[in-house]
């Protein structure tokens, strides 16, 4: 017994209604993912690569699914505060797990591009999205195979060959229901060969009365030479679990990026499955944490280095206060072609009280000679030089601290390619330590002028 | 009573248990310098950190009067807002924290003390602008990481730049020498003498004569197993210069 069972009793009794408020290409997956999950169960805490984190626990809560695709009403007018003349990003929306396009999102935007509900897309252009749905997130995978059984829309981004967004597209998603409620997310990004995108996500929960629980995939699909930035951002609740898988594919040339922030979250565990398989390809994947009472961010990453001269890059930080605790597993595969790769992976940890936890679990599998590989994992406390440097100055031990913590975080926003959004990150950042509660929904990110 | 800016009176502590100041006794007026001097081990640095409050130094006894506060029930940065400043021998790194962050952090938690509202950002880069000059520091430092990839001149040069922003009654400089060329000793000290007047004070920690040609001390101390164990005039120091501490250690330890 585990806590897949209700799930599947919910999908076997109602798969019907699932079905109708989908689209065939999603249904036809459907059964795959039944029989995949067979007497499965998703990971308890422990099992391989979730040492500190139980999906089973996570998804143990009676949490309702909104099959019936009902509309939630939300307050769409606090939603939509971030839509200031300033903004320039193409918005669009995710109330619970349904989409909302941005009146403005659709306009100017170049031809061919589809920003859209992924089951209106798969209506329309089955063929487009049968080719590529499925195809890098695995159903071997239990935690994928439920999302599969389950999810009945989501959103497709498809980026033609050649273009070039001069906008950067962005994604709210937001938490909000009367009941305590399970949003199965998913996401299909395709990059056509030569094309450039950047893509931010904001995770947010409006209300702290009800618990949320957030069943996320997303399927990276990257052409030959093609360029794409994903900046994600977490900024939910205390009473709000997050299981996020994202895969990537990358073609011959492709240059990836991947910017995971949890600001503020209750459960939290982001997985990254990256499948290098074209020749000079780069891999930037970044992260960074911040804890404090009892959240819990566990971050996974996966590189798989299966082709020649392909760099890739791994920085996650955390701070770590209260009784938080943080996890970070990572591990770079070389395979016996992908000769000449460079990989990095770096992982440093500040403990800002006694009782913070953090665990890391770094690991290299090389199977070439002709790589640079280095991995490295800190934990540590503040520098009490440092601090005592500073109070000699007149600054409060407090207001040290803080800059330091803040500090630490710097070269992770400095790996963001999006110049507002890299002060905007270091302001969220700053705000997030001194305390100041944040307003869900007003979407702190966009609010701010984005050089585009 | 005449006008006493410190006083510190049979002070002992120490660290980890092991006591490294056996009763310290020392008064210091405005306007007055002091050199400290002592070999290698005798307790010079320890002052200073005590007297800065670093926490890893325990106070067993004694007592330390500043300007009328009882200093040693001070924090560490209440004690800088009233005006006592320590130039460090080792500036500390804080990668991530800019100068200019970090300066105006300084101030105004200090005006806060002081029921000030806090600086604008114009006055704020005027005084930036103005203090720099004192000690000839680049402007590019300033949007650096604190001391981050500085040179040894540079990080010393930017602890009187400090100095000077904070206007502090009591300087203590803990070998502010070392590390540093001529050239940058000659600025350093220059600067520490273009912030001298009548109301504040400097207490100079050294290994050297050297430093004190630049900054002329008004009283010489020798510190000797955390005793201060001879005090006199600037000829003192070119005693110490000439034969060493031979001479002192003796004399005590017989």
């Avoid at chain 1, 030569?194 to 069943?215: G, I, M």
């Avoid at chain 1, 943080?326 to 992976?345: D, H, K, R």
């Avoid at chain 1, 869900?440 to 585009?452: A, L």
Wanted: hydrophobic share 40%.
């Amino acid at each position: 017994m585990g806590s897949i069972d209700q799930y599947l009793d919910l999908y076997k009794e109602n798969r019907d209604a699932i079905n109708a408020h989908s689209a065939d290409v999603l249904n036809s997956f459907r059964e795959v993912a039944f029989n995949a999950i067979g007497d499965n169960q998703l990971p308890k805490r422990g099992a391989e690569s979730y040492e500190k984190t139980s999906i089973d626990e996570m998804f143990a809560h009676d949490y309702g699914v909104n099959i019936n695709r009902m509309d939630i009403p939300v307050n769409v007018a606090a939603s939509f505060k971030c839509d200031v003349p300033n903004m320039s990003t193409w918005m669009s929306f995710i109330v619970n797990d349904m989409f909302h396009a941005s009146p403005t999102s659709r306009h100017k935007m170049p031809e061919g591009v589809i920003v859209d509900s992924l089951a209106r897309v798969a209506s329309v252009s089955p063929d487009l999205v049968a080719k590529y749905y499925g195809t890098v997130a695995p159903l071997e995978d239990t935690g994928v195979a439920l999302n599969t059984l389950l999810a009945q829309d989501g959103v497709m981004i498809y980026i033609p060959r050649g273009i070039k967004l001069e906008k950067p597209l962005q994604l709210v998603n937001i938490f909000s229901s009367p009941i305590d409620l399970m949003a199965v997310r998913r996401l299909l990004i395709v990059l056509e060969d030569d094309a450039e995108a950047q893509l931010l996500v904001c995770d947010h929960t409006q209300d702290n009365e009800h618990k949320y629980l957030s069943s996320q995939v997303v399927e990276i699909i990257m052409g030959e030479r093609s360029r794409f930035d994903i900046y994600d951002m977490e900024e939910s609740s205390a009473s709000t679990s997050r299981y996020s898988r994202l895969f990537a594919r990358q073609s011959a040339g492709s240059n990836l990026l991947i910017n995971g922030t949890t600001l503020m979250c209750g459960t939290t565990r982001n997985g990254y499955d990256i499948d290098i398989v074209g020749d000079g390809c780069e891999t930037l994947l970044a992260g960074m944490a911040i804890g404090t009472d009892r959240q819990h961010v566990d971050n996974c990453s996966n590189i798989n280095h299966r082709a020649s001269h392909c760099h890739s890059s791994q920085l996650f930080k955390y701070v770590l206060d209260d009784e938080s605790t943080g996890a970070f597993e990572g591990s770079i595969l070389v395979a016996p072609n992908a000769t000449y790769t460079e990989a990095y992976q770096s992982n440093r940890n500040l403990l800002a009280s006694t009782s913070a936890k953090m665990h890391t679990k770094p690991q290299l599998v090389i199977y070439n000679d002709e790589v640079k590989c280095s991995h490295g994992a800190t934990t540590g406390q503040l520098d009490t030089a440092a601090l005592f440097y500073m109070r000699s100055r007149g600054i409060s031990e407090k207001e040290a601290r803080l800059m330091m913590m803040q500090a630490f975080m710097v070269d992770v926003i400095d790996t963001v390619r999006m110049e507002g959004l890299r002060d905007r990150l270091r302001h969220l950042v700053e705000k997030r330590f001194y305390g100041q509660q944040m307003l869900c929904g007003e979407c702190s990110v966009s609010c701010h002028e984005q050089k585009s | 009573m005449d006008n006493i800016l410190l006083e510190v009176k049979n002070l002992h502590a120490g660290i980890e248990g092991k006591e490294i100041l056996k009763g310290i006794n020392l008064i210091i007026r405005p306007g007055e310098v002091h050199a400290i001097m002592g070999p290698n081990g005798s307790g010079k640095s320890t002052l200073s950190s005590v007297l800065a409050g670093h926490p890893s130094f325990t106070v067993t006894e004694g007592e330390v009067d500043f300007h009328g506060k009882n200093l040693l029930e001070l924090s560490p940065e209440d004690r800088s807002h009233e005006g006592l400043f320590l130039s460090f021998q080792y500036p500390v790194e804080i990668p991530g924290v800019s100068m200019v962050n970090f300066m105006r952090a300084a101030i105004n938690e200090k005006r806060k003390y002081f029921n000030e509202p806090a600086l604008s950002a114009s006055d704020f880069l005027k005084l930036m602008r103005q203090k720099r000059a004192i000690v000839e520091l680049d402007n590019k430092l300033a949007s650096r990481s604190v001391n981050e990839g500085f040179s040894g001149g540079e990080k010393k040069r930017n602890e009187i730049f400090q100095m000077a922003v904070l206007e502090p009654r009591l300087s203590i400089l803990d070998e502010t020498d070392s590390g540093l060329d001529i050239d940058a000793l000659r600025i350093v000290a220059g600067g520490v003498n273009k912030l001298k007047t009548e109301d504040n004070a400097t207490i100079v920690i050294t290994h050297y004569q050297r430093l004190l040609d630049y900054i002329k001390p008004d009283f010489v101390h020798v510190l000797y197993k955390g005793r201060i164990v001879r005090t006199g005039g600037p000829e003192l120091a070119l005693e110490l210069e000439e034969k060493g501490y031979d001479w002192i250690k003796q004399e005590i330890d017989n």
